[in-house]
Protein backbone atom coordinates (compact mmCIF):
# COMPACT_ATOMS: atom_id res chain seq x y z
CA UNK A 1 0.00 0.00 0.00
CA UNK A 2 1.60 3.64 -0.65
CA UNK A 3 2.04 5.91 2.04
CA UNK A 4 1.40 9.10 2.26
CA UNK A 5 2.79 11.95 4.51
CA UNK A 6 -0.33 14.63 5.33
CA UNK A 7 0.29 18.46 6.55
CA UNK A 8 -2.18 19.09 8.50
CA UNK A 9 -3.77 22.72 9.84
CA UNK A 10 -6.86 22.30 12.38
CA UNK A 11 -9.23 25.02 14.85
CA UNK A 12 -8.87 22.92 18.04
CA UNK A 13 -11.89 24.33 19.89
CA UNK A 14 -14.35 21.77 18.89
CA UNK A 15 -12.34 18.69 19.02
CA UNK A 16 -11.65 16.14 21.95
CA UNK A 17 -8.09 16.62 20.85
CA UNK A 18 -6.20 14.96 18.47
CA UNK A 19 -6.74 11.37 19.90
CA UNK A 20 -9.79 8.73 18.66
CA UNK A 21 -12.04 8.76 21.73
CA UNK A 22 -14.77 6.31 21.97
CA UNK A 23 -17.78 9.66 22.40
CA UNK A 24 -16.29 12.62 21.66
CA UNK A 25 -15.31 14.00 18.61
CA UNK A 26 -11.73 14.22 17.45
CA UNK A 27 -9.39 15.31 14.74
CA UNK A 28 -8.08 11.85 14.37
CA UNK A 29 -11.56 10.36 13.60
CA UNK A 30 -12.58 13.51 11.51
CA UNK A 31 -9.52 12.86 8.86
CA UNK A 32 -10.45 9.38 9.03
CA UNK A 33 -13.87 9.93 8.04
CA UNK A 34 -12.78 11.45 5.33
CA UNK A 35 -10.02 9.03 4.28
CA UNK A 36 -12.57 6.07 4.22
CA UNK A 37 -14.90 7.81 1.77
CA UNK A 38 -11.85 7.55 -0.59
CA UNK A 39 -10.48 4.30 0.37
CA UNK A 40 -13.19 2.51 3.01
CA UNK A 41 -10.21 0.20 3.84
CA UNK A 42 -7.49 2.69 4.77
CA UNK A 43 -6.07 1.68 8.62
CA UNK A 44 -5.64 4.03 11.05
CA UNK A 45 -3.66 7.19 10.79
CA UNK A 46 -1.12 8.38 12.88
CA UNK A 47 0.22 11.82 13.80
CA UNK A 48 3.35 13.36 15.00
CA UNK A 49 1.57 15.01 17.79
CA UNK A 50 -1.13 14.46 19.86
CA UNK A 51 -2.81 17.26 20.47
CA UNK A 52 -5.00 18.35 23.59
CA UNK A 53 -8.42 18.94 23.87
CA UNK A 54 -8.88 23.04 22.51
CA UNK A 55 -5.40 23.01 20.89
CA UNK A 56 -4.68 24.24 17.55
CA UNK A 57 -2.23 22.97 14.63
CA UNK A 58 -1.02 25.02 11.81
CA UNK A 59 1.83 22.45 10.83
CA UNK A 60 0.66 18.70 12.17
CA UNK A 61 2.09 15.72 10.36
CA UNK A 62 0.33 12.48 9.72
CA UNK A 63 0.80 9.60 7.88
CA UNK A 64 -2.04 6.76 6.07
CA UNK A 65 -1.49 3.66 3.80
CA UNK A 66 -4.05 3.78 1.01
CA UNK A 67 -5.24 0.62 -1.62
CA UNK A 68 -4.33 2.90 -4.58
CA UNK A 69 -1.63 5.42 -5.98
CA UNK A 70 -3.31 8.63 -5.78
CA UNK A 71 -1.05 12.25 -6.97
CA UNK A 72 -0.86 14.37 -4.20
CA UNK A 73 -2.46 17.48 -5.55
CA UNK A 74 -5.92 14.96 -5.96
CA UNK A 75 -5.57 13.64 -2.33
CA UNK A 76 -5.12 16.67 -0.85
CA UNK A 77 -8.54 17.63 -3.25
CA UNK A 78 -10.53 14.86 -2.49
CA UNK A 79 -9.90 14.28 1.63
CA UNK A 80 -10.27 18.47 1.97
CA UNK A 81 -13.63 18.09 0.29
CA UNK A 82 -14.80 15.23 2.14
CA UNK A 83 -13.65 17.55 5.76
CA UNK A 84 -15.65 20.05 5.07
CA UNK A 85 -17.45 21.40 6.74
CA UNK A 86 -15.08 20.59 9.70
CA UNK A 87 -12.11 23.16 10.50
CA UNK A 88 -9.64 20.64 9.46
CA UNK A 89 -7.75 20.86 6.36
CA UNK A 90 -4.63 19.11 4.18
CA UNK A 91 -2.31 21.78 3.72
CA UNK A 92 0.39 19.48 1.88
CA UNK A 93 0.42 15.77 0.99
CA UNK A 94 3.58 13.93 -0.70
CA UNK A 95 3.79 10.74 -1.07
CA UNK A 96 6.59 8.92 1.14
CA UNK A 97 8.47 5.15 1.74
CA UNK A 98 7.14 2.74 4.16
CA UNK A 99 10.07 3.84 6.67
CA UNK A 100 8.10 7.19 6.73
CA UNK A 101 6.45 7.45 10.44
CA UNK A 102 4.97 10.78 10.92
CA UNK A 103 5.45 10.20 14.59
CA UNK A 104 7.99 7.91 15.55
CA UNK A 105 10.42 9.51 12.49
CA UNK A 106 9.98 13.36 13.77
CA UNK A 107 13.37 14.67 15.00
CA UNK A 108 11.89 18.10 16.20
CA UNK A 109 8.23 19.89 16.98
CA UNK A 110 7.84 23.11 17.69
CA UNK A 111 4.71 25.19 19.07
CA UNK A 112 3.67 28.63 18.68
CA UNK A 113 1.79 30.21 22.22
CA UNK A 114 -0.54 33.37 21.45
CA UNK A 115 -0.81 35.03 25.09
CA UNK A 116 -2.34 38.16 25.00
CA UNK A 117 -1.98 41.09 27.73
CA UNK A 118 -4.87 43.91 27.50
CA UNK A 119 -8.12 45.04 29.32
CA UNK A 120 -10.62 44.83 26.76
CA UNK A 121 -11.69 41.36 25.77
CA UNK A 122 -10.50 40.18 22.76
CA UNK A 123 -13.22 40.08 20.03
CA UNK A 124 -11.71 38.32 16.64
CA UNK A 125 -9.24 36.08 18.54
CA UNK A 126 -11.94 34.44 20.83
CA UNK A 127 -10.57 30.87 21.15
CA UNK A 128 -7.38 31.44 18.86
CA UNK A 129 -5.13 33.31 22.35
CA UNK A 130 -5.02 33.38 25.86
CA UNK A 131 -6.12 36.57 27.24
CA UNK A 132 -4.73 37.63 30.24
CA UNK A 133 -6.03 41.05 31.77
CA UNK A 134 -2.74 42.44 33.67
CA UNK A 135 0.66 43.90 31.85
CA UNK A 136 3.43 41.84 31.32
CA UNK A 137 7.11 42.17 31.50
CA UNK A 138 8.50 40.07 28.27
CA UNK A 139 12.22 40.97 29.74
CA UNK A 140 11.85 38.74 33.36
CA UNK A 141 9.87 36.09 31.21
CA UNK A 142 13.01 35.80 28.61
CA UNK A 143 15.01 35.40 31.95
CA UNK A 144 13.00 32.63 33.34
CA UNK A 145 13.05 31.32 30.13
CA UNK A 146 16.91 31.13 29.81
CA UNK A 147 16.44 28.75 32.95
CA UNK A 148 14.43 25.95 31.25
CA UNK A 149 16.49 25.91 28.07
CA UNK A 150 18.53 22.67 27.28
CA UNK A 151 18.60 18.89 28.91
CA UNK A 152 16.74 19.15 32.23
CA UNK A 153 14.43 16.97 34.46
CA UNK A 154 11.03 18.71 33.08
CA UNK A 155 9.26 16.37 36.24
CA UNK A 156 7.65 19.73 37.75
CA UNK A 157 6.29 20.71 34.12
CA UNK A 158 5.01 17.40 33.41
CA UNK A 159 0.78 16.22 33.23
CA UNK A 160 0.68 13.56 36.14
CA UNK A 161 -1.49 11.32 33.38
CA UNK A 162 1.89 11.89 31.19
CA UNK A 163 3.03 8.51 29.50
CA UNK A 164 6.60 9.02 28.50
CA UNK A 165 9.22 6.89 30.11
CA UNK A 166 11.56 9.76 31.14
CA UNK A 167 10.60 13.34 32.23
CA UNK A 168 14.44 14.02 31.11
CA UNK A 169 14.06 16.19 27.99
CA UNK A 170 15.98 18.56 25.93
CA UNK A 171 14.38 22.03 25.33
CA UNK A 172 16.25 23.32 22.30
CA UNK A 173 14.49 26.69 21.62
CA UNK A 174 12.19 28.74 23.97
CA UNK A 175 11.50 32.30 22.78
CA UNK A 176 9.58 35.13 23.43
CA UNK A 177 8.55 37.77 21.23
CA UNK A 178 6.37 41.02 21.91
CA UNK A 179 4.32 42.51 19.00
CA UNK A 180 1.64 45.15 19.68
CA UNK A 181 -2.12 43.76 19.30
CA UNK A 182 -4.63 45.30 17.43
CA UNK A 183 -6.92 47.59 19.50
CA UNK A 184 -4.21 47.71 22.17
CA UNK A 185 -1.83 45.62 24.62
CA UNK A 186 0.48 43.21 22.98
CA UNK A 187 0.65 39.91 22.30
CA UNK A 188 3.51 37.56 23.53
CA UNK A 189 4.29 35.12 20.75
CA UNK A 190 6.45 32.17 22.77
CA UNK A 191 8.40 29.64 20.18
CA UNK A 192 9.19 26.01 22.08
CA UNK A 193 11.33 23.57 19.20
CA UNK A 194 12.18 19.99 21.35
CA UNK A 195 12.82 16.64 19.64
CA UNK A 196 9.47 16.00 21.81
CA UNK A 197 7.49 17.03 24.49
CA UNK A 198 6.22 15.58 27.46
CA UNK A 199 2.27 15.74 28.57
CA UNK A 200 1.14 19.54 29.30
CA UNK A 201 4.56 20.60 28.86
CA UNK A 202 4.38 23.66 26.95
CA UNK A 203 0.83 24.92 28.63
CA UNK A 204 2.66 24.13 32.45
CA UNK A 205 5.56 26.19 31.19
CA UNK A 206 3.20 29.16 29.23
CA UNK A 207 1.20 29.53 32.46
CA UNK A 208 4.67 29.68 35.17
CA UNK A 209 6.11 32.12 32.71
CA UNK A 210 2.99 34.31 32.82
CA UNK A 211 3.07 34.06 36.54
CA UNK A 212 6.88 35.76 36.16
CA UNK A 213 5.50 38.56 33.77
CA UNK A 214 2.75 39.50 35.99
CA UNK A 215 5.11 40.16 39.10
CA UNK A 216 4.13 36.91 40.97
CA UNK A 217 7.37 35.03 40.49
CA UNK A 218 10.63 35.58 39.72
CA UNK A 219 13.46 34.31 37.42
CA UNK A 220 15.37 32.72 40.01
CA UNK A 221 11.58 30.90 41.11
CA UNK A 222 11.39 29.17 38.18
CA UNK A 223 14.69 27.88 38.06
CA UNK A 224 14.30 26.35 41.65
CA UNK A 225 10.71 25.11 40.60
CA UNK A 226 12.46 22.78 38.10
CA UNK A 227 15.52 21.74 40.20
CA UNK A 228 12.45 20.56 42.41
CA UNK A 229 11.14 17.97 40.06
CA UNK A 230 8.00 17.89 42.13
CA UNK A 231 5.14 18.48 40.00
CA UNK A 232 3.64 21.00 42.99
CA UNK A 233 6.30 23.55 42.45
CA UNK A 234 4.65 24.05 38.98
CA UNK A 235 2.79 27.71 38.33
CA UNK A 236 -0.82 27.28 37.14
CA UNK A 237 -1.30 24.99 33.99
CA UNK A 238 -2.36 27.89 31.31
CA UNK A 239 -5.46 27.69 28.82
CA UNK A 240 -5.46 25.18 25.65
CA UNK A 241 -6.65 27.96 22.77
CA UNK A 242 -3.26 30.08 22.64
CA UNK A 243 -1.50 26.96 21.47
CA UNK A 244 -0.59 25.87 18.12
CA UNK A 245 1.79 22.79 16.70
CA UNK A 246 3.27 24.61 13.75
CA UNK A 247 5.85 22.37 12.42
CA UNK A 248 7.44 18.95 12.43
CA UNK A 249 10.88 18.33 11.39
CA UNK A 250 12.12 14.99 9.86
CA UNK A 251 15.60 14.19 8.61
CA UNK A 252 14.41 14.66 4.99
CA UNK A 253 11.38 16.92 4.94
CA UNK A 254 8.32 14.80 2.91
CA UNK A 255 6.84 18.16 1.56
CA UNK A 256 10.62 19.44 0.57
CA UNK A 257 10.50 21.50 -2.69
CA UNK B 1 -24.80 65.72 29.40
CA UNK B 2 -21.01 64.84 29.43
CA UNK B 3 -20.31 63.55 25.75
CA UNK B 4 -17.56 60.19 25.28
CA UNK B 5 -15.96 58.69 21.97
CA UNK B 6 -15.46 55.41 22.69
CA UNK B 7 -13.23 53.11 20.11
CA UNK B 8 -14.75 49.59 19.19
CA UNK B 9 -13.74 46.50 18.10
CA UNK B 10 -16.61 43.82 16.81
CA UNK B 11 -16.83 40.64 15.25
CA UNK B 12 -19.46 41.15 12.86
CA UNK B 13 -20.17 37.54 12.05
CA UNK B 14 -23.67 37.75 14.49
CA UNK B 15 -24.70 40.76 13.78
CA UNK B 16 -26.91 42.44 10.78
CA UNK B 17 -24.41 44.94 11.13
CA UNK B 18 -23.31 47.76 12.63
CA UNK B 19 -27.33 50.08 12.61
CA UNK B 20 -30.19 49.26 14.61
CA UNK B 21 -32.99 47.24 12.91
CA UNK B 22 -36.52 46.58 14.06
CA UNK B 23 -35.81 42.37 14.24
CA UNK B 24 -32.18 41.75 13.91
CA UNK B 25 -28.87 41.82 15.71
CA UNK B 26 -27.09 44.92 15.42
CA UNK B 27 -23.74 46.58 17.27
CA UNK B 28 -25.29 49.40 17.71
CA UNK B 29 -28.19 47.67 19.80
CA UNK B 30 -25.80 45.68 21.49
CA UNK B 31 -23.81 48.60 22.45
CA UNK B 32 -26.90 50.59 23.53
CA UNK B 33 -27.95 47.50 25.84
CA UNK B 34 -24.70 48.10 27.53
CA UNK B 35 -25.27 51.56 28.51
CA UNK B 36 -28.49 51.48 29.62
CA UNK B 37 -26.90 49.01 32.34
CA UNK B 38 -25.17 51.92 33.25
CA UNK B 39 -27.57 55.00 32.35
CA UNK B 40 -31.11 53.85 31.76
CA UNK B 41 -31.91 57.22 29.80
CA UNK B 42 -28.33 57.37 27.73
CA UNK B 43 -30.04 58.41 24.13
CA UNK B 44 -29.23 56.60 20.87
CA UNK B 45 -25.35 56.52 19.88
CA UNK B 46 -23.64 57.48 16.51
CA UNK B 47 -21.37 55.98 14.87
CA UNK B 48 -18.42 56.66 12.39
CA UNK B 49 -19.02 54.04 9.86
CA UNK B 50 -22.58 52.14 9.48
CA UNK B 51 -20.91 48.78 8.72
CA UNK B 52 -22.62 46.05 7.00
CA UNK B 53 -23.89 42.81 7.69
CA UNK B 54 -20.56 40.41 8.51
CA UNK B 55 -18.29 43.53 8.57
CA UNK B 56 -16.13 43.59 11.34
CA UNK B 57 -14.28 46.61 13.27
CA UNK B 58 -10.85 47.15 14.82
CA UNK B 59 -11.50 51.18 15.26
CA UNK B 60 -15.05 52.06 14.73
CA UNK B 61 -15.72 54.92 16.25
CA UNK B 62 -18.85 55.59 18.46
CA UNK B 63 -20.26 58.59 21.00
CA UNK B 64 -22.68 58.97 23.46
CA UNK B 65 -24.04 61.31 26.19
CA UNK B 66 -24.16 59.97 29.64
CA UNK B 67 -25.95 61.42 32.60
CA UNK B 68 -23.19 61.73 34.75
CA UNK B 69 -19.27 61.98 34.57
CA UNK B 70 -17.29 58.92 33.83
CA UNK B 71 -13.53 58.37 34.61
CA UNK B 72 -13.00 56.89 30.41
CA UNK B 73 -11.31 53.94 32.05
CA UNK B 74 -14.00 52.87 34.27
CA UNK B 75 -16.50 53.66 31.29
CA UNK B 76 -14.78 51.65 29.25
CA UNK B 77 -14.54 48.41 32.15
CA UNK B 78 -18.47 49.11 32.39
CA UNK B 79 -19.23 48.80 29.60
CA UNK B 80 -17.11 45.77 28.51
CA UNK B 81 -18.73 43.88 31.25
CA UNK B 82 -21.81 44.28 30.07
CA UNK B 83 -21.14 43.80 26.53
CA UNK B 84 -20.20 40.08 27.50
CA UNK B 85 -20.51 37.36 25.63
CA UNK B 86 -21.10 39.43 22.52
CA UNK B 87 -17.87 39.82 20.87
CA UNK B 88 -17.80 43.23 21.24
CA UNK B 89 -15.35 44.96 22.91
CA UNK B 90 -14.79 48.52 24.07
CA UNK B 91 -11.25 49.53 23.40
CA UNK B 92 -10.59 53.19 24.19
CA UNK B 93 -12.86 55.85 25.62
CA UNK B 94 -12.48 59.69 25.99
CA UNK B 95 -14.55 62.53 27.51
CA UNK B 96 -15.05 64.80 24.11
CA UNK B 97 -16.60 68.54 23.75
CA UNK B 98 -20.35 69.00 22.82
CA UNK B 99 -18.88 69.55 19.05
CA UNK B 100 -17.45 66.16 18.54
CA UNK B 101 -19.78 64.14 16.40
CA UNK B 102 -18.12 60.01 15.44
CA UNK B 103 -19.75 60.59 12.41
CA UNK B 104 -20.18 64.24 11.11
CA UNK B 105 -16.65 65.12 12.62
CA UNK B 106 -14.43 62.37 10.81
CA UNK B 107 -12.20 63.47 8.08
CA UNK B 108 -10.97 60.20 7.28
CA UNK B 109 -12.37 56.19 7.39
CA UNK B 110 -9.33 53.42 6.47
CA UNK B 111 -10.68 49.74 5.82
CA UNK B 112 -8.74 46.87 5.52
CA UNK B 113 -9.61 43.98 3.31
CA UNK B 114 -8.06 40.78 4.05
CA UNK B 115 -8.42 38.46 1.07
CA UNK B 116 -7.01 35.06 0.87
CA UNK B 117 -5.71 32.85 -2.08
CA UNK B 118 -4.96 29.05 -1.62
CA UNK B 119 -6.20 26.14 -2.34
CA UNK B 120 -6.97 24.00 1.03
CA UNK B 121 -10.42 25.96 3.29
CA UNK B 122 -9.06 27.93 6.12
CA UNK B 123 -9.39 26.57 9.32
CA UNK B 124 -8.52 29.69 11.93
CA UNK B 125 -9.34 32.56 10.21
CA UNK B 126 -13.06 31.14 8.25
CA UNK B 127 -15.17 34.14 9.08
CA UNK B 128 -12.21 36.54 9.45
CA UNK B 129 -11.56 36.78 5.10
CA UNK B 130 -12.07 36.09 2.07
CA UNK B 131 -10.83 32.71 0.59
CA UNK B 132 -10.58 32.16 -3.55
CA UNK B 133 -9.07 29.26 -4.97
CA UNK B 134 -7.25 30.19 -7.38
CA UNK B 135 -3.58 32.26 -7.77
CA UNK B 136 -3.40 36.28 -7.82
CA UNK B 137 -1.23 38.55 -9.48
CA UNK B 138 -0.91 41.41 -6.95
CA UNK B 139 1.39 43.83 -9.38
CA UNK B 140 -1.55 43.76 -11.75
CA UNK B 141 -4.02 44.21 -9.00
CA UNK B 142 -1.94 47.18 -7.96
CA UNK B 143 -2.00 48.56 -11.63
CA UNK B 144 -5.73 48.49 -11.58
CA UNK B 145 -6.00 50.05 -8.53
CA UNK B 146 -3.89 53.37 -9.48
CA UNK B 147 -6.75 53.99 -12.11
CA UNK B 148 -9.27 54.30 -8.88
CA UNK B 149 -6.96 56.61 -6.74
CA UNK B 150 -8.23 60.28 -6.42
CA UNK B 151 -11.59 62.32 -6.93
CA UNK B 152 -13.57 60.29 -9.49
CA UNK B 153 -17.80 59.68 -9.88
CA UNK B 154 -17.70 56.39 -8.28
CA UNK B 155 -21.28 55.52 -9.76
CA UNK B 156 -20.14 52.01 -10.90
CA UNK B 157 -18.75 50.95 -7.63
CA UNK B 158 -22.11 51.41 -5.69
CA UNK B 159 -24.79 49.73 -4.58
CA UNK B 160 -28.09 50.61 -5.74
CA UNK B 161 -29.66 51.20 -2.79
CA UNK B 162 -26.62 53.84 -1.71
CA UNK B 163 -27.94 56.84 0.30
CA UNK B 164 -25.29 59.49 -0.43
CA UNK B 165 -26.33 62.90 -2.34
CA UNK B 166 -23.26 62.36 -4.42
CA UNK B 167 -21.60 59.71 -6.66
CA UNK B 168 -18.37 61.67 -6.27
CA UNK B 169 -15.91 60.50 -3.84
CA UNK B 170 -11.47 60.77 -3.52
CA UNK B 171 -9.77 57.85 -2.63
CA UNK B 172 -6.45 58.52 -1.09
CA UNK B 173 -5.05 55.58 -0.46
CA UNK B 174 -5.68 51.99 -1.75
CA UNK B 175 -2.39 49.75 -0.88
CA UNK B 176 -2.08 46.18 -2.05
CA UNK B 177 0.48 44.53 0.31
CA UNK B 178 0.93 40.23 -0.54
CA UNK B 179 2.10 38.28 2.22
CA UNK B 180 2.22 34.55 2.55
CA UNK B 181 -0.23 32.91 4.59
CA UNK B 182 0.31 30.38 7.28
CA UNK B 183 0.25 26.64 5.62
CA UNK B 184 0.35 27.72 2.02
CA UNK B 185 -0.90 30.44 -0.15
CA UNK B 186 -0.97 34.01 0.04
CA UNK B 187 -2.64 36.76 1.81
CA UNK B 188 -3.50 39.91 0.06
CA UNK B 189 -3.97 43.03 2.55
CA UNK B 190 -5.98 45.70 0.59
CA UNK B 191 -5.68 49.46 2.73
CA UNK B 192 -8.04 52.22 1.76
CA UNK B 193 -8.37 55.28 3.02
CA UNK B 194 -10.98 58.37 2.01
CA UNK B 195 -12.61 60.82 3.66
CA UNK B 196 -15.60 58.66 3.35
CA UNK B 197 -17.27 56.03 1.52
CA UNK B 198 -20.15 54.81 -0.80
CA UNK B 199 -22.26 52.09 0.08
CA UNK B 200 -20.80 48.35 -0.85
CA UNK B 201 -17.68 50.86 -2.55
CA UNK B 202 -15.06 48.60 -0.60
CA UNK B 203 -16.21 45.50 -1.90
CA UNK B 204 -17.41 46.23 -4.79
CA UNK B 205 -13.64 47.70 -5.85
CA UNK B 206 -12.49 44.07 -3.85
CA UNK B 207 -14.63 42.21 -5.71
CA UNK B 208 -13.34 43.81 -9.56
CA UNK B 209 -9.57 44.03 -8.15
CA UNK B 210 -9.99 39.91 -7.49
CA UNK B 211 -11.08 39.24 -11.31
CA UNK B 212 -8.09 41.41 -12.27
CA UNK B 213 -5.66 39.51 -9.88
CA UNK B 214 -7.21 36.09 -11.64
CA UNK B 215 -6.55 37.00 -15.17
CA UNK B 216 -10.21 37.43 -16.03
CA UNK B 217 -10.02 41.30 -16.00
CA UNK B 218 -7.20 43.79 -17.32
CA UNK B 219 -6.27 47.09 -15.89
CA UNK B 220 -7.60 49.11 -18.46
CA UNK B 221 -11.01 47.07 -18.57
CA UNK B 222 -11.30 48.60 -14.55
CA UNK B 223 -10.56 52.28 -16.41
CA UNK B 224 -13.10 51.54 -18.03
CA UNK B 225 -15.64 50.34 -15.73
CA UNK B 226 -14.75 53.43 -13.52
CA UNK B 227 -15.49 55.44 -16.91
CA UNK B 228 -18.84 53.92 -17.48
CA UNK B 229 -20.43 55.11 -14.00
CA UNK B 230 -22.86 52.38 -14.56
CA UNK B 231 -23.52 50.14 -11.83
CA UNK B 232 -23.96 47.19 -14.29
CA UNK B 233 -19.96 47.83 -15.25
CA UNK B 234 -19.22 46.59 -12.31
CA UNK B 235 -17.58 43.27 -10.89
CA UNK B 236 -18.65 41.25 -8.44
CA UNK B 237 -19.36 42.75 -5.15
CA UNK B 238 -16.92 40.11 -2.82
CA UNK B 239 -18.61 38.86 0.19
CA UNK B 240 -18.25 40.84 3.69
CA UNK B 241 -16.16 38.88 5.77
CA UNK B 242 -12.57 39.60 4.77
CA UNK B 243 -13.55 43.69 5.45
CA UNK B 244 -12.29 45.70 8.73
CA UNK B 245 -13.24 49.20 9.44
CA UNK B 246 -9.80 50.00 11.01
CA UNK B 247 -9.17 53.58 12.14
CA UNK B 248 -11.45 56.57 11.81
CA UNK B 249 -9.30 60.09 11.88
CA UNK B 250 -10.46 63.57 13.13
CA UNK B 251 -8.98 67.17 13.11
CA UNK B 252 -7.83 65.96 16.84
CA UNK B 253 -7.60 62.41 17.80
CA UNK B 254 -10.08 61.93 20.44
CA UNK B 255 -7.99 59.17 22.11
CA UNK B 256 -4.54 61.13 21.77
CA UNK B 257 -1.58 60.61 24.00
Request: glycine share 8%; proline share 7%; aromatic share 8%.
Amino acid sequence: MPRYALKIEYHGQPFRGWQRQSDQPSVQQTLEEALHRIDPDAPPVFAAGRTDTGVHALGQVSHCDLARAWTPFRLMEALNAHLRPHPVAVVAAAQVGDDFHARFAAIERRYLFRLVSRRAPVTHDAGLVWQVRGALDPAVMRAAAKHLLGRHDFTTFRAAMCQAKSPVKTLDRLDIDAVSYPGGGTELRLTFAARSFLHNQVRSIVGTLERVGAGAWTPDEVRAALQARDRTACGPVCPPQGLYLTHVRYPRDPFGV
